[in-house]
């Protein structure tokens, strides 16, 4: 909750940092034409600090010094990741101020803690809604702009406990109909289909439409455009906010039944979302966050985590007698459409999620 003069400050430094971030990617980019070889860290960071001695750059020397800083590693993993993906740094995109989401990192070094309050370099002490761990190291502490509201985010090491982890594995199959289906029976809704977040749905669909008919192109927009802005903003958040509740709590009943190892699909999620009578589905679900989530959480609790072959067929395969789903011998073409089917071979009905399931949980066995 910082107050005009701080929120001010704030916004300053998430200009540095966009500036930092593009200039030390557009220096990086010619250079690399030039001589073949990319500008590494240290050398980036020289950079930023001989033009802090230039006039035209003078301004640098208002804000905190280890925003560009941080702004040069933020590029540095974003071009790592781009050589790793694609061979190439060309990926890595600019900052733009029109981005929803703003923000910049700290030193976790310079940050310190108070009662209901944290101090940022050049800002000063700014008061939070929630107490930060005092007396604990901090790690990778960011000031973020949702749109709304300014947050900010910090890692804190805490002690590994250890887990007394049963035999059990635990396949889980992830889906559009059920958010997920487990071997051992727990199975969770898909919770966009519930009364309350089709209503939400349906106002972020009239906020945008109340935006769409009031924006005008190359003016500045309008109070009421402003208003209904503000309203999208809010029912996004508060959907955004419900998805990720459901997924964190599905994620920790899964890993709290403390098996040896779960198995999940490799799902290519970027596949999917091109088939576009799926593709918004799909993204409602957030199927990513959920193997995110839950890979994070496995490897916190000790559970190893894996991800079954790409192609396996988990669904078409019968979970007693080994027999593959055939369409010339059960007469139908195999597709989403069939929720459950009958073996052929030893007659056992299957329902198309759980059979997947228990698959999975039998991968590794």
């Given at each position: 909750?910082?107050?005009?003069?701080?929120?001010?400050?704030l916004w300053g430094h998430?200009?540095?940092?966009?500036?930092?971030?593009?200039?030390?990617?557009?220096?990086?980019?010619?250079?690399?034409?030039?001589?073949?070889?990319?500008?590494?860290?240290?050398?980036?960071?020289?950079?930023?600090?001989?033009?802090?001695?230039?006039?035209?750059?003078?301004?640098?020397?208002?804000?905190?010094?280890?925003?560009?800083?941080?702004?040069?590693?933020?590029?540095?993993?974003?071009?790592?990741?781009?050589?790793?993906?694609?061979?190439?740094?060309?990926?890595?995109?600019?900052?733009?101020?029109?981005?929803?989401?703003?923000?910049?990192?700290?030193?976790?070094?310079?940050?310190?803690?108070?009662?209901?309050?944290?101090?940022?370099?050049?800002?000063?002490?700014?008061?939070?809604?929630?107490?930060?761990?005092?007396?604990?190291?901090?790690?990778?502490?960011?000031?973020?702009?949702?749109?709304?509201?300014?947050y900010i985010s910090v890692?804190?090491?805490?002690?590994?406990?250890?887990?007394?982890?049963?035999?059990?594995?635990?396949?889980?199959?992830?889906?559009?109909?059920?958010?997920?289906?487990?071997?051992?029976?727990?199975?969770?809704?898909?919770?966009?289909?519930?009364?309350?977040?089709?209503?939400?749905?349906?106002?972020?669909?009239?906020?945008?439409?109340?935006m769409s008919k009031r924006?005008?192109?190359?003016?500045?927009?309008?109070?009421?455009?402003?208003?209904?802005?503000?309203?999208?903003?809010?029912?996004?958040?508060?959907?955004?906010?419900?998805?990720?509740?459901?997924?964190?709590?599905?994620?920790?009943?899964?890993?709290?039944?403390?098996?040896?190892?779960?198995?999940?699909?490799?799902?290519?999620?970027?596949?999917?979302?091109?088939?576009?009578?799926?593709?918004?589905?799909?993204?409602?679900?957030?199927?990513?966050?959920?193997?995110?989530?839950?890979?994070?959480?496995?490897?916190?609790?000790?559970?190893?985590?894996?991800?079954?072959?790409?192609?396996?067929?988990?669904?078409?395969?019968?979970?007693?007698?080994?027999?593959?789903?055939?369409?010339?011998?059960?007469?139908?073409?195999?597709?989403?459409?069939?929720?459950?089917?009958?073996?052929?071979?030893?007659?056992?009905?299957?329902?198309?999620?759980?059979?997947?399931?228990?698959?999975?949980?039998?991968?590794?066995?």
């Amino acid at each position: 909750m910082p107050t005009l003069d701080q929120e001010r400050l704030l916004w300053g430094h998430v200009g540095v940092r966009r500036f930092a971030y593009n200039k030390m990617k557009s220096l990086s980019e010619k250079y690399y034409k030039h001589f073949g070889k990319t500008l590494s860290v240290v050398n980036m960071g020289k950079m930023i600090t001989r033009m802090k001695n230039r006039d035209k750059y003078k301004w640098l020397k208002e804000y905190n010094a280890d925003v560009p800083k941080e702004a040069i590693r933020d590029f540095d993993k974003a071009r790592q990741k781009s050589f790793a993906d694609f061979g190439n740094a060309y990926h890595t995109k600019f900052k733009s101020k029109y981005d929803l989401y703003q923000g910049f990192a700290l030193d976790h070094r310079k940050c310190k803690v108070k009662k209901k309050t944290i101090c940022i370099t050049k800002v000063g002490y700014v008061k939070t809604s929630r107490q930060l761990p005092r007396k604990r190291r901090l790690s990778n502490p960011r000031v973020v702009f949702d749109g709304l509201h300014w947050y900010i985010s910090v890692g804190v090491e805490t002690a590994e406990i250890e887990q007394m982890l049963s035999d059990d594995v635990i396949g889980v199959d992830v889906g559009i109909k059920d958010l997920c289906v487990a071997s051992n029976g727990f199975v969770v809704t898909n919770i966009n289909k519930t009364p309350k977040v089709k209503k939400l749905i349906n106002e972020k669909k009239k906020y945008q439409q109340q935006m769409s008919k009031r924006f005008v192109k190359g003016q500045e927009q309008s109070n009421n455009y402003n208003k209904a802005k503000q309203k999208h903003l809010k029912v996004s958040r508060k959907l955004n906010n419900i998805r990720d509740n459901h997924i964190h709590q599905t994620t920790n009943t899964l890993v709290k039944a403390k098996p040896s190892k779960i198995v999940v699909e490799d799902l290519s999620v970027q596949f999917m979302l091109k088939n576009k009578k799926l593709s918004k589905a799909v993204s409602y679900q957030k199927i990513n966050f959920f193997f995110n989530c839950l890979a994070y959480k496995c490897k916190l609790n000790k559970i190893e985590y894996i991800k079954a072959p790409r192609f396996y067929a988990s669904s078409k395969i019968c979970n007693c007698c080994g027999y593959k789903y055939n369409s010339k011998d059960c007469c139908k073409q195999w597709g989403l459409h069939i929720r459950s089917w009958e073996c052929v071979k030893c007659k056992a009905s299957h329902n198309r999620d759980m059979n997947a399931a228990i698959n999975l949980s039998k991968l590794v066995v």
